[in-house]
């Protein structure tokens, strides 16, 4: 039975981390869908979106950024939703020189979700860029994004967010992920977005639950049902500076891997191969990463109990993996701040281990925190 037990919990490891990128690409290249993309001859008018929770310290650079990018300024419009903020921030938008910036304030601070749908009450354009007041864009990312949607299948698109500090998310790690969204791209569509830059069409975007948590996986799955694709554009691209700690990291894992349950509650067909149009994609990129930490734990304890050579050959593969961790985790992240692929891998799966707990006790909040 531990042989069992051992050989089914490393195949489906290697099937999530492996398997699934070889045949996510294979498919993008044998039996991918190109977008016909073509920049119209008049720049559209475009509404950004803005949520934020005080922000006095970045918000008026952040417009000057916005407005400084290589797109007509007359076709810009901020909308800058005040979540409840008691800083400054409402005053240092009103401060703003551009015309063209409208805020929409209230007292209490009821989460970015509930902000979303305040701010889709405003638009008024067919085209909406969601961004977040921490990030910055290139100065070329509307002209990247905006041809993609020439394409009459086209619902979102999605841009490229770089890490210039790896205080929270390591070069590899991230690297391997976003291989991965770009080949879900190519073949069909993307499960989520990078909140932080992502375009889409006004008319298809839903009014968000007030409590939910991954408003970059609901938004763009309402519209994938709506047989619309959501897409990656590398080349435009928005840069943060990541978190400043691991913990604001691991927390920041755990909070949003909680949401994935929450999700699966409220769009319940998700998970109905017969319902979800990227049902492959969102069981094998979404769902089995919940699965992992689970399925190490029953390595683990198999191997240990495994009386053949392969068996022992795992669980000291296993322990001599663990030392190292721990290795670098004093060496490169409490000696020099740094982290790497092993620390992420690990980070993330006691992320998603913790998530399940955080999610079934109700402890988890679409309220946000100030970092």
Not at 278 to 295: A, G, T
Request: proline share 4%.
């Amino acid at each position: 039975m531990a042989n069992i037990i051992l050989g089914c919990s490393l195949g489906f490891l290697i099937y999530t981390y492996l398997l699934y990128p070889m045949v996510i690409g294979f498919m993008a290249k044998w039996f991918g869908k190109s977008v016909t993309k073509k920049m119209p001859e008049e720049s559209p008018d475009i509404t950004v979106v803005l949520c934020v929770f005080n922000s006095e310290d970045v918000i008026q650079s952040r417009i000057e950024n916005i407005f400084a990018l290589d797109y007509p300024a007359e076709k810009l419009k901020i909308i800058v939703v005040a979540d409840g903020c008691t800083d400054k921030t409402c005053e240092q938008v009103e401060l703003s020189d551009f015309r063209h910036v409208k805020l929409v304030r209230y007292e209490n601070n009821r989460g970015k979700s509930y902000a979303l749908s305040k701010a889709l009450e405003h638009v008024g354009t067919d085209l909406i860029l969601f961004a977040d007041v921490r990030q910055r864009f290139a100065v070329d990312v509307l002209q990247q994004m905006v041809p993609y949607f020439n394409d009459e299948n086209v619902g979102a698109v999605t841009g490229n967010l770089q890490i210039e500090e790896s205080g929270g998310d390591p070069g590899l790690y991230w690297r391997y992920e976003k291989a991965i969204r770009k080949c879900e791209s190519e073949y069909l569509s993307l499960v989520g977005v990078t909140g932080a830059i992502y375009m889409a069409q006004a008319k298809l975007m839903p009014v968000f639950p007030v409590d939910i948590v991954l408003d970059d996986m609901y938004g763009p799955l309402t519209i994938i049902k709506q047989n619309y694709r959501v897409v990656y554009c590398e080349q435009a691209h928005a840069f943060d500076n990541g978190s400043h700690t691991l913990r604001e990291e691991f927390d920041r894992k755990v909070r949003t891997l909680a949401g994935n349950y929450q999700l699966f509650q409220i769009l319940p067909w998700t998970l109905n191969p017969f319902k979800n149009p990227v049902f492959f994609e969102f069981f094998s990129h979404k769902v089995c990463r919940l699965l992992v930490p689970y399925f190490i734990i029953s390595l683990f304890v198999s191997s240990a109990f495994s009386a053949n050579w392969f068996g022992i050959f795992m669980f000291y593969s296993q322990l001599f993996f663990y030392v190292l961790t721990l290795l670098f985790y004093v060496y490169f992240y409490k000696k020099k701040g740094k982290t790497n692929f092993i620390l992420s891998f690990m980070m993330l799966n006691l992320a998603a281990l913790k998530a399940g707990v955080v999610y079934w006790t109700g402890s988890t909040s679409s309220i946000w925190k100030k970092h």
